[in-house]
């Protein structure tokens, strides 16, 4: 259904939700990165600061967990790709934790090729990752390691739906804490 | 050389029991319900008595599920 300009019920309530995140001042792109880049920090941008912490304790807090229990491989790009993608929902802890286990693959690459087992630059064939990773101690196939990614994985999909809240509240323009409805008033 | 012992907590796995996994569903339902209600919630003094609310009802339905599946089991065996 066609309205005035010609556009659709849909443009019409994005141009009205654009017109009013400028009005508040803040910008819903902004409030995206940021909320992505550090947990917690897009609902600060918004004027929900309270709100902003208690997501930047928990998910920081279920993520380092995670990491802690299931060790440097818990976000593991090569063997468990799926969760890699939603532990980087997280941010800068999935950015360092990331950087993390490419040094130990970047390691274990250099050494597989100092025994010839590997070309110099590439990362050796799964049973010799497996065998070098063994002997530092690390095993990601096992069931602590799969809790310890749910854990991570978790905290990557719950700051998704943060991202996706902070995003929203500026578009819509509702920055700040919501004032309490008549009923909820004390 | 000293390894830090946050780096190497960081770094190794640690070794868990495997009947006490199931355990660390409860920290995971309480992260989940406190991040779902901080965002959801009109009210931020309200917030504890909602997350216990809603860690009840995931409790409660994992248990149910557990249950079900359970049954399941013994009904094909």
Same mark, same amino acid.
């Given at each position: 259904?066609?309205?005035?300009?010609?556009?659709?019920?849909?443009?019409?309530?994005?141009?009205?939700?654009?017109?009013?995140?400028?009005?508040?001042?803040?910008?819903?792109?902004?409030?995206?990165?940021?909320?992505?880049?550090?947990?917690?920090?897009?609902?600060?941008?918004?004027?929900? =600061?309270?709100?902003?912490?208690?997501?930047?304790?928990?998910?920081?807090?279920?993520?380092?967990?995670?990491?802690?229990?299931?060790? =440097?491989?818990?976000?593991?790009?090569?063997?468990?790709?799926?969760?890699?993608?939603?532990?980087?929902?997280?941010?800068?802890?999935?950015?360092?934790?990331?950087?993390?286990?490419?040094?130990?693959?970047?390691?274990?690459?250099?050494?597989?090729?100092?025994?010839?087992?590997?070309?110099?630059?590439?990362?050796?064939?799964?049973?010799?990752?497996?065998?070098?990773?063994?002997?530092?101690?690390?095993?990601?196939?096992?069931?602590?390691?799969? =809790?310890?990614?749910?854990?991570?994985? =978790?905290?990557?999909?719950?700051?998704?739906?943060?991202?996706?809240?902070?995003?929203?509240?500026?578009?819509?323009?509702?920055?700040?804490?919501?004032?309490?409805?008549?009923?909820?008033?004390? | 050389?000293?390894?830090?012992?946050?780096?190497?907590?960081?770094?190794?796995?640690?070794?868990?029991?495997?009947?006490?996994?199931?355990?660390?569903?409860?920290?995971?339902?309480?992260?989940?319900?406190?991040?779902?209600?901080?965002?959801?919630?009109?009210?931020?003094?309200?917030?504890?008595?909602?997350?216990?609310?809603?860690?009840?009802?995931?409790?409660?339905?994992?248990?149910?599920?557990?249950?079900?599946?359970?049954?399941?089991?013994?009904?094909?065996?």
């Amino acid at each position: 259904m066609a309205t005035r300009f010609g556009w659709s019920p849909l443009e019409v309530r994005i141009n009205e939700m654009t017109k009013t995140s400028k009005t508040i001042g803040a910008i819903p792109f902004v409030a995206l990165l940021l909320a992505w880049l550090i947990p917690g920090s897009g609902h600060v941008y918004i004027g929900r =600061v309270r709100r902003g912490i208690i997501i930047f304790i928990a998910i920081g807090g279920a993520f380092w967990a995670g990491v802690g229990m299931g060790g =440097v491989l818990t976000v593991d790009y090569h063997h468990e790709r799926w969760w890699f993608i939603a532990d980087m929902f997280t941010g800068v802890h999935g950015i360092v934790s990331g950087l993390r286990q490419q040094r130990v693959y970047q390691d274990l690459a250099k050494e597989a090729a100092d025994e010839g087992l590997a070309v110099p630059g590439v990362l050796p064939p799964d049973p010799v990752i497996q065998k070098k990773l063994a002997e530092k101690g690390l095993f990601p196939q096992t069931a602590t390691a799969s =809790v310890a990614r749910v854990y991570a994985g =978790v905290a990557g999909l719950l700051n998704l739906m943060c991202i996706f809240d902070a995003f929203v509240l500026t578009m819509m323009g509702q920055a700040r804490e919501p004032r309490p409805s008549r009923e909820q008033a004390p | 050389m000293t390894v830090p012992m946050a780096w190497t907590l960081f770094y190794d796995p640690v070794v868990l029991p495997y009947y006490s996994q199931v355990w660390l569903i409860l920290p995971l339902c309480v992260v989940v319900a406190t991040v779902y209600k901080t965002i959801r919630t009109k009210r931020l003094n309200r917030l504890f008595l909602e997350v216990v609310a809603s860690m009840g009802y995931m409790l409660a339905g994992l248990v149910a599920l557990g249950a079900a599946l359970w049954l399941l089991r013994l009904y094909w065996s």
